[in-house]
């Protein structure tokens, strides 16, 4: 059995290569340009991020699950099980494509977090970018599996003039507010992954020590110290932060009395960059200066980037911190 598609040169394809899949896909790259190019909070970002989010990824996969034209208005004599298979009218894809995106978007942004990349407005942007374009050439290829009498195109005139013509002009209007009324719902549900926090990331901070062996151990650190001698212990840093960061470890041995911090010293600082999704390990020994028979805090100060001139607890990013004692 042969087929018209199966004839077609390259020049046929790209001559009959659907208007609207190549406007989706053109549309989201440029999208996603925008998006990673613009800075945060810029109003053309948001409205280019729009669509990507609300509308193409499910145009795209409307295309690729119903390649076919509504055929009830062309073929009068077809029974209601043929007029109802494959094809759809224009107004239903528009509000499945908002409909089926509401299910791609949150689906993106629930595995984004489990990757390298994070949940980021790039990240995000790049994948929906990449879940349009992919959706929409496997559209095409559907497209042109369908007989071309049967194909849905998009001719706008034709559409006006069935639109016209239609008797059930207010089914129509209905359904066009309908599709309004879900777009004005879904892009307030969805203005979140349009503008996420910029406290969505986060810092892990852990202590260690060798415990005499080769594996870390959490906690488990030396307590007790000879005059001059150093506690060691392993700094370990996890980036969450969804980019690259810069970070300084401040440590302090801190004097507590009545829970309030009387005197401090700063005993060493660490500095690393860690990419995202990245774990740093870093070790240090630690020298106490406090008297014989004197008990001090040992805190670890974490900053992303300088710290400030008086590090604290309460002004760093995390914190965490050991006791000692030296020994008489």
Do not use: K
């Amino acid at each position: 059995m042969s087929h018209g598609t199966s004839r077609l040169t390259g020049v046929g394809v790209i001559r009959q290569y659907p208007f609207d899949l190549a406007v989706v896909s053109i549309a989201a790259i440029l999208a996603y340009g925008i998006a990673t190019a613009t800075p945060e909070g810029n109003v053309v970002r948001l409205l280019v991020t729009f669509p990507l989010v609300l509308f193409f990824p499910g145009y795209a996969l409307v295309s690729l699950l119903f390649p076919a034209a509504d055929r009830s208005g062309r073929e009068a004599t077809s029974t209601p099980i043929d007029r109802q298979s494959r094809g759809i009218d224009v107004l239903e894809r528009l509000g499945l494509a908002v409909a089926l995106s509401l299910a791609v978007v949150p689906i993106v942004g629930l595995a984004l977090p489990f990757t390298q990349w994070g949940f980021t407005t790039v990240s995000t942007a790049a994948t929906l970018c990449v879940v349009t374009v992919v959706l929409a050439q496997l559209g095409v290829i559907r497209r042109f599996r369908t007989p071309a009498s049967e194909r849905f195109t998009v001719s706008p005139l034709a559409s006006l003039a069935r639109l016209r013509g239609d008797e059930s002009a207010v089914a129509t209007a209905s359904s066009i507010l309908v599709v309004l009324a879900i777009g004005a719902a879904a892009g307030a549900l969805l203005f979140g992954f349009l503008v996420p926090p910029s406290t969505g990331g986060y810092t892990e901070l852990a202590l260690y020590s060798d415990n005499g062996g080769e594996e870390l151990v959490a906690g488990n650190i030396t307590d007790e110290v000879a005059p001059g001698e150093s506690v060691p212990v392993t700094v370990s840093i996890t980036n969450q932060e969804g980019e690259a960061t810069d970070y300084t470890v401040v440590v302090q041995e801190q004097v507590i009395e009545d829970d309030s911090v009387v005197e401090r010293t700063r005993l060493e600082d660490l500095e690393t960059t860690l990419d995202h999704g990245t774990t740093g390990n870093g070790e240090l020994s630690v020298t106490p200066t406090a008297s014989e028979g004197e008990t001090v805090r040992i805190s670890v100060l974490l900053y992303e980037g300088e710290p400030p001139e008086e590090p604290t607890n309460e002004n760093a990013e995390e914190d965490t911190y050991f006791w000692v004692t030296v020994e008489e």
